[in-house]
């Protein structure tokens, strides 16, 4: 059974940084696309970044462009998003999520999906 499993949201003031981590299982990560997601209350669900199996590919959205960057260790079959510079608009349940093929940010394209994990970003 494909299972993503995300961690590392929580509680953190402007300016301040945090480490997402999506964990697989189920599953072999190595072989996957993998994008993170993004969703606030009201909004559509924003791709953020992904990065293809080979670190070949990576995108990421304008408007975490220089804040965020997505790894991947395949060793420990986990991607990892670090999120520097955080701001009050960045607070959102964050999604991983996985496909086939190559590094999209589109949502329609991704069929796994994590749980989320919460972001917000306050003082």
């Known amino acids: 059974q494909v299972q993503l499993v995300e961690s590392g949201g929580g509680l953190v003031q402007p300016g301040g940084s945090l480490r997402l981590s999506c964990a697989a299982s189920g599953f072999t990560l190595d072989r996957y696309a993998i994008g993170w997601f993004r969703q606030a209350p009201g909004k559509e669900r924003e791709g953020l970044s992904c990065?293809?199996?080979?670190?070949?590919?990576?995108e990421y959205a304008d408007s975490v462009k220089g804040r965020f960057s997505i790894s991947r260790d395949n060793a420990k079959n986990t991607v990892y998003l670090q999120m520097n510079g955080l701001k009050p608009e960045d607070a959102a349940v964050y999604y991983c999520?996985?496909?086939?093929?190559?590094?999209?940010?589109?949502?329609?394209?991704?069929?796994?999906w994590g749980q989320g994990t919460q972001v917000t970003v306050s003082s």
């Open positions: 999520a996985a496909k086939r093929g190559y590094c999209f940010r589109d949502v329609e394209l991704y069929p796994y």
């Open positions: 990065i293809n199996t080979h670190h070949t590919s990576i």
